[in-house]
């Protein structure tokens, strides 16, 4: 079993907007993660937010596969989402796919090449990269989970992937990935 969780728990913009809840072609940008998720081979997709009331009421999926974490302790950083969803994922899961809920045009693909290299080979983490550097999404297998649990503030894993010995990059598409995070660059 590979669970897919979703972070999504980042503090609102300044002015009260919540990156996550944007419109990105027609739909709020987490609700394109989330129904990619759905489709990819992950198992289950848990979703890490701030506020449910907020993100349900803007987001009205409904999927057996997919449920919701509070993580109550979003100021204290980026890792307490990552603990938050880990803590959530069924326990016979053999890994976790890590992705940004702010990434709306990740594709089912890189989310099931990641899962595909982490079934037929023994890496610890299976990473996507963008001219060579880890990027989310990032799959971790069960065995770091207890490394992960530790993790404090604004750390969100990758300082794994070196220490790890054991990881396995895979190359993705940086237009695909990043088209919505150029194009806020470009407004900017």
């Not at 990156?19 to 979703?47: H, M, N, W, Y």
């Not at 302790?73 to 899961?93: N, R, T």
């Not at 404090?152 to 070196?162: A, T, Y």
């Not at 695909?176 to 660059?185: G, I, K, N, Q």
Request: aromatic share 6%; glycine share 6%.
């Amino acid at each position: 079993m590979i669970s897919a969780v979703v972070l999504a728990a980042d503090r609102p913009r300044p002015g009260g907007e919540v990156p996550f809840l944007e419109s990105f072609r027609g739909k709020p940008v987490l609700q394109r993660v989330l129904e990619t998720a759905l489709r990819s081979d992950a198992d289950e997709v848990i979703c890490v937010v701030r506020d449910l009331a907020q993100a349900r009421a803007h987001i009205p999926l409904v999927n057996d596969k997919l449920s919701w974490v509070i993580d109550y302790g979003a100021d204290y950083g980026k890792s307490h989402a990552l603990v938050a969803g880990l803590w959530a994922i069924d326990p016979s899961s053999g890994g976790a796919v890590f992705l940004n809920g702010d990434q709306p045009t990740v594709s089912r693909n890189i989310i099931n090449g990641l899962i595909d290299r982490f079934v037929h080979t023994s890496a610890l983490i299976v990473v996507s990269t963008i001219a060579s550097q880890p990027r989310y999404p990032i799959l971790f297998r069960r065995e770091l989970f207890p490394e992960l649990l530790k993790l404090r503030g604004e750390q969100d894993g990758r300082q794994l992937i070196e220490s790890s010995g054991r990881t396995d990059f895979m190359a993705a598409d940086e237009r695909a990935m990043f088209a919505l995070e150029r194009a806020r660059h470009m407004n900017n």
